[in-house]
């Protein structure tokens, strides 16, 4: 069964850092790109940032890039968000989601439950 | 970045409706458009993608349509567990971008 297990969030100060972990399980890892999105209370979806399998790429939205970074281990079946500099506009539960495709059709078929990233003085 | 707007924001629908939802992109995105189920505290579940294609192990009264800026996404059997908010998401170009949701609430 394939599974995605989020981890690390909490409260935080503007300004402060946090480091999500997404823990994947039942799958094989490394064939597999993957993404963050987030959603905001009360807020719709919101992608947040990929990596290609091997790393090779990476992207990010406007809204969080040079402040986030993503990355993975897969000899841990990892991935991770390290975000610095973090704003109140920040405020959201971040998922990871793994990235599937049908010829050039891409889709996040698998979703974790997310982690609660508060920053609020 | 395209946009994608969908419409209406939120229904009110009894069990057995049938129900559409729409999806709007600012420019044609071929058919590169999923749907997505989102309930409170769940991970969201993907129900279709490249706009007509159903993901395995969902229902078959959950149905999608369309190309390049206009996408439907029918719920032909409205059931007690398909209340929840539903998003459009394209991935034609990068960023990959979600519509606002549409949430399906009970008549």
């Known amino acids: 069964e394939v599974q995605l297990v989020e981890s690390g969030g909490g409260l935080v100060k503007p300004g402060g850092s946090l480091r999500l972990s997404c823990a994947a399980s039942?799958?094989?890892?490394?064939?597999?790109?993957v993404n963050w999105v987030r959603q905001a209370p009360g807020k719709g979806l919101e992608w947040v940032s990929a990596?290609?399998?091997?790393?090779?790429?990476?992207y990010y939205a406007d809204s969080v890039k040079g402040r986030f970074t993503i990355s993975r281990d897969n000899a841990k079946s990892s991935l991770y968000l390290q975000m610095n500099s973090l704003r109140a506009e920040d405020t959201a539960v971040y998922y990871c989601?793994?990235?599937?495709?049908?010829?050039?059709?891409?889709?996040?078929?698998?979703w974790g439950q997310g982690t609660l990233v508060t920053v609020s003085s | 970045d395209i946009q994608l707007t969908q419409s209406p924001s939120s229904l009110s629908a009894s069990v057995g409706d049938r129900v559409t939802i729409t999806c709007r992109a600012s420019q044609s995105i071929s058919t590169y458009l999923n749907w997505y189920q989102h309930k409170p505290g769940k991970a969201p579940k993907l129900l279709i993608y490249a706009a007509s294609s159903l993901q395995s192990g969902v229902p078959s009264r959950f149905s999608g349509s369309g190309s390049g800026t206009d996408f439907t996404l029918t719920i032909t059997s409205l059931q007690p567990e398909d209340f929840a908010t539903y998003y459009c998401?394209?991935?034609?170009?990068?960023?990959?971008?979600f519509g606002q949701g549409t949430k399906v609430e009970i008549k």
């Open positions: 989601a793994r990235e599937n495709s049908y010829g050039d059709f891409i889709y996040f078929d698998y």
């Open positions: 998401q394209q991935t034609y170009s990068t960023p990959p971008t």
């Open positions: 039942g799958f094989t890892f490394s064939s597999y790109g």
């Open positions: 990596i290609s399998s091997s790393s090779s790429y990476i």
